[in-house]
Protein backbone atom coordinates (compact mmCIF):
# COMPACT_ATOMS: atom_id res chain seq x y z
CA UNK A 1 0.00 0.00 0.00
CA UNK A 2 1.43 3.47 -0.05
CA UNK A 3 2.05 5.51 2.55
CA UNK A 4 3.92 8.42 3.88
CA UNK A 5 5.37 8.29 7.41
CA UNK A 6 6.26 10.77 9.65
CA UNK A 7 7.83 9.05 12.37
CA UNK A 8 7.86 11.71 15.31
CA UNK A 9 4.79 13.81 16.11
CA UNK A 10 6.66 16.66 17.78
CA UNK A 11 10.23 18.20 17.30
CA UNK A 12 11.60 20.76 20.08
CA UNK A 13 14.61 22.40 18.95
CA UNK A 14 15.97 25.51 19.95
CA UNK A 15 15.90 29.00 18.37
CA UNK A 16 18.71 29.13 16.36
CA UNK A 17 19.49 25.64 16.17
CA UNK A 18 18.92 23.12 12.92
CA UNK A 19 16.15 21.37 12.46
CA UNK A 20 15.20 18.34 10.67
CA UNK A 21 11.98 17.16 10.57
CA UNK A 22 11.97 13.43 8.93
CA UNK A 23 9.71 11.60 6.07
CA UNK A 24 9.68 8.38 4.59
CA UNK A 25 7.84 7.37 1.97
CA UNK A 26 6.63 4.03 0.23
CA UNK A 27 5.45 4.38 -3.28
CA UNK A 28 6.42 2.75 -6.37
CA UNK A 29 7.55 4.40 -9.72
CA UNK A 30 8.77 8.16 -9.38
CA UNK A 31 6.94 10.00 -6.75
CA UNK A 32 6.86 13.58 -6.63
CA UNK A 33 7.97 14.76 -3.18
CA UNK A 34 6.44 17.86 -1.16
CA UNK A 35 6.09 19.73 2.08
CA UNK A 36 3.43 22.09 3.42
CA UNK A 37 3.04 23.74 6.56
CA UNK A 38 -0.23 24.30 8.64
CA UNK A 39 -0.15 27.45 10.77
CA UNK A 40 -2.84 27.78 13.22
CA UNK A 41 -6.62 28.13 11.73
CA UNK A 42 -4.57 28.62 7.98
CA UNK A 43 -4.60 26.38 5.40
CA UNK A 44 -1.77 24.00 4.24
CA UNK A 45 0.84 26.10 2.76
CA UNK A 46 3.17 25.16 -0.14
CA UNK A 47 6.99 25.46 1.65
CA UNK A 48 8.70 22.99 -1.28
CA UNK A 49 8.50 19.94 -4.02
CA UNK A 50 10.78 17.22 -4.90
CA UNK A 51 10.02 16.53 -8.80
CA UNK A 52 13.57 15.68 -10.25
CA UNK A 53 17.25 16.66 -10.75
CA UNK A 54 19.54 18.12 -7.84
CA UNK A 55 18.49 16.07 -4.64
CA UNK A 56 18.62 18.92 -2.24
CA UNK A 57 15.84 21.28 -2.72
CA UNK A 58 15.27 24.75 -1.25
CA UNK A 59 11.89 26.51 -0.70
CA UNK A 60 10.52 29.09 1.29
CA UNK A 61 11.03 30.75 4.37
CA UNK A 62 14.99 29.17 4.19
CA UNK A 63 14.00 24.99 4.50
CA UNK A 64 15.37 22.97 2.56
CA UNK A 65 14.57 18.75 1.95
CA UNK A 66 16.66 16.26 0.39
CA UNK A 67 15.50 13.25 -1.26
CA UNK A 68 17.22 10.05 -0.71
CA UNK A 69 16.20 7.46 -3.20
CA UNK A 70 17.68 4.47 -1.48
CA UNK A 71 16.35 5.27 1.96
CA UNK A 72 13.22 6.73 0.38
CA UNK A 73 13.61 9.66 2.69
CA UNK A 74 12.31 13.59 1.84
CA UNK A 75 13.76 14.98 5.41
CA UNK A 76 12.79 18.67 5.54
CA UNK A 77 15.44 20.61 7.04
CA UNK A 78 16.95 24.64 8.24
CA UNK A 79 20.10 25.40 9.05
CA UNK A 80 18.79 28.12 11.61
CA UNK A 81 15.26 27.83 13.47
CA UNK A 82 12.90 30.92 14.40
CA UNK A 83 10.33 30.87 16.61
CA UNK A 84 8.09 31.92 13.66
CA UNK A 85 8.39 28.34 12.32
CA UNK A 86 6.81 26.48 15.01
CA UNK A 87 3.81 24.79 13.33
CA UNK A 88 2.10 21.63 11.86
CA UNK A 89 4.34 20.38 9.00
CA UNK A 90 3.16 17.69 6.75
CA UNK A 91 4.77 15.75 4.13
CA UNK A 92 2.82 14.42 1.12
CA UNK A 93 3.51 12.20 -1.99
CA UNK A 94 2.02 12.33 -5.25
CA UNK A 95 2.35 8.76 -6.67
CA UNK A 96 3.25 8.71 -10.65
CA UNK A 97 3.29 5.06 -12.16
CA UNK A 98 1.13 3.90 -9.58
CA UNK A 99 -2.04 5.18 -10.99
CA UNK A 100 -4.04 8.01 -9.06
CA UNK A 101 -1.67 10.18 -10.38
CA UNK A 102 -3.50 13.21 -9.15
CA UNK A 103 -4.28 13.01 -5.36
CA UNK A 104 -1.64 13.47 -2.80
CA UNK A 105 -0.64 11.07 -0.10
CA UNK A 106 -0.03 12.85 3.15
CA UNK A 107 1.52 12.13 6.38
CA UNK A 108 0.26 12.46 9.62
CA UNK A 109 2.14 15.77 10.45
CA UNK A 110 4.85 16.90 12.73
CA UNK A 111 4.09 19.70 15.18
CA UNK A 112 7.52 21.47 15.28
CA UNK A 113 7.70 23.53 18.34
CA UNK A 114 11.20 26.11 18.14
CA UNK A 115 11.89 27.58 21.95
CA UNK A 116 13.47 30.88 22.71
CA UNK B 1 -0.27 36.49 -4.77
CA UNK B 2 -3.78 34.49 -5.70
CA UNK B 3 -4.77 32.49 -3.13
CA UNK B 4 -7.52 29.46 -2.87
CA UNK B 5 -10.52 30.93 -0.41
CA UNK B 6 -13.36 28.90 1.26
CA UNK B 7 -16.81 29.85 2.38
CA UNK B 8 -17.81 29.09 5.01
CA UNK B 9 -15.09 28.97 6.90
CA UNK B 10 -16.64 27.40 9.55
CA UNK B 11 -20.43 25.04 8.96
CA UNK B 12 -22.52 23.30 11.35
CA UNK B 13 -25.11 20.96 10.33
CA UNK B 14 -27.78 18.53 11.58
CA UNK B 15 -27.46 15.14 10.99
CA UNK B 16 -29.65 14.42 7.70
CA UNK B 17 -28.89 17.90 6.56
CA UNK B 18 -27.35 18.66 2.91
CA UNK B 19 -24.16 21.03 3.04
CA UNK B 20 -22.85 22.55 0.01
CA UNK B 21 -19.32 23.84 0.76
CA UNK B 22 -17.75 26.11 -1.55
CA UNK B 23 -14.29 26.98 -3.19
CA UNK B 24 -13.14 29.23 -5.55
CA UNK B 25 -9.76 28.22 -7.09
CA UNK B 26 -6.97 30.14 -8.56
CA UNK B 27 -8.39 31.87 -11.65
CA UNK B 28 -5.33 30.54 -13.98
CA UNK B 29 -5.58 26.63 -12.25
CA UNK B 30 -7.35 23.85 -14.30
CA UNK B 31 -7.33 21.07 -11.95
CA UNK B 32 -9.57 21.34 -8.84
CA UNK B 33 -9.47 18.97 -5.29
CA UNK B 34 -10.83 18.13 -2.23
CA UNK B 35 -9.07 16.92 0.34
CA UNK B 36 -10.68 16.26 4.32
CA UNK B 37 -8.69 16.07 7.68
CA UNK B 38 -11.23 14.15 10.47
CA UNK B 39 -9.46 15.53 13.70
CA UNK B 40 -6.31 14.02 14.74
CA UNK B 41 -6.31 12.12 11.39
CA UNK B 42 -4.24 12.43 8.43
CA UNK B 43 -5.33 14.93 5.08
CA UNK B 44 -7.26 12.24 2.24
CA UNK B 45 -7.95 12.80 -0.94
CA UNK B 46 -11.74 12.99 -2.06
CA UNK B 47 -12.02 13.51 -5.58
CA UNK B 48 -10.05 15.31 -8.48
CA UNK B 49 -12.20 17.60 -10.98
CA UNK B 50 -11.06 18.37 -14.56
CA UNK B 51 -12.72 19.62 -17.40
CA UNK B 52 -16.17 19.88 -16.05
CA UNK B 53 -15.07 15.90 -15.06
CA UNK B 54 -14.13 13.99 -11.74
CA UNK B 55 -10.91 12.62 -12.68
CA UNK B 56 -10.12 10.49 -9.94
CA UNK B 57 -11.87 9.77 -6.70
CA UNK B 58 -11.23 7.70 -3.26
CA UNK B 59 -13.29 5.21 -1.93
CA UNK B 60 -14.63 7.72 0.85
CA UNK B 61 -16.25 9.52 -2.15
CA UNK B 62 -19.48 7.87 -2.21
CA UNK B 63 -22.99 8.49 -3.73
CA UNK B 64 -23.48 11.01 -0.72
CA UNK B 65 -20.51 13.46 -2.01
CA UNK B 66 -20.83 15.34 -5.11
CA UNK B 67 -18.69 18.06 -6.82
CA UNK B 68 -19.46 20.90 -8.87
CA UNK B 69 -17.90 23.78 -10.98
CA UNK B 70 -21.38 25.81 -11.77
CA UNK B 71 -19.62 28.76 -12.60
CA UNK B 72 -15.99 30.21 -14.61
CA UNK B 73 -15.06 30.71 -10.86
CA UNK B 74 -16.58 28.15 -7.89
CA UNK B 75 -16.09 25.08 -7.22
CA UNK B 76 -18.60 23.31 -4.76
CA UNK B 77 -18.15 19.87 -2.45
CA UNK B 78 -22.06 18.98 -1.96
CA UNK B 79 -22.50 16.73 0.65
CA UNK B 80 -26.07 15.21 0.27
CA UNK B 81 -27.35 13.46 3.69
CA UNK B 82 -24.45 14.39 6.46
CA UNK B 83 -23.54 11.70 8.86
CA UNK B 84 -21.92 12.51 12.34
CA UNK B 85 -18.52 11.20 10.91
CA UNK B 86 -18.76 13.88 8.03
CA UNK B 87 -17.75 16.35 10.67
CA UNK B 88 -14.02 17.22 9.03
CA UNK B 89 -11.97 19.86 7.84
CA UNK B 90 -12.47 20.04 4.22
CA UNK B 91 -9.79 21.62 1.92
CA UNK B 92 -10.04 22.62 -1.32
CA UNK B 93 -7.15 22.81 -3.71
CA UNK B 94 -6.34 23.61 -7.21
CA UNK B 95 -3.42 23.20 -9.56
CA UNK B 96 -2.53 24.67 -13.13
CA UNK B 97 -2.10 21.31 -14.75
CA UNK B 98 -2.20 18.04 -13.17
CA UNK B 99 1.55 17.59 -12.23
CA UNK B 100 2.25 20.94 -10.98
CA UNK B 101 1.62 21.72 -7.04
CA UNK B 102 -1.51 22.11 -5.47
CA UNK B 103 -2.46 24.95 -3.47
CA UNK B 104 -4.70 24.77 -0.61
CA UNK B 105 -7.18 26.63 0.89
CA UNK B 106 -8.03 28.06 4.58
CA UNK B 107 -10.49 25.04 5.12
CA UNK B 108 -14.31 24.84 5.86
CA UNK B 109 -14.94 23.51 9.25
CA UNK B 110 -17.75 21.38 9.05
CA UNK B 111 -19.71 20.01 12.31
CA UNK B 112 -22.50 17.18 12.01
CA UNK B 113 -24.67 17.64 15.05
Known amino acids: AQSVAQPEDQVNVAEGNPLTVKCTYS??????LFWYVQYPNRGLQFLLK??????LVKGSYGFEAEFNKSQTSFHLKKPSALVSDSALYFC??????????????FGAGTRLAVHP | EPEVTQTPSHQVTQMGQEVILRCVPISNHLYFYWYRQILGQKVEFLVS????????KSEIFDDQFSVERPDGSNFTLKIRSTKLEDSAMYFC???????????FGPGTRLTVL
Open chain 1, 92 to 105: AVRPWFSGGYNKLI
Open chain 1, 27 to 32: VSGNPY
Open chain 1, 50 to 55: YITGDN
Open chain 2, 49 to 56: FYNNEISE
Open chain 2, 93 to 103: ASSELATDTQY
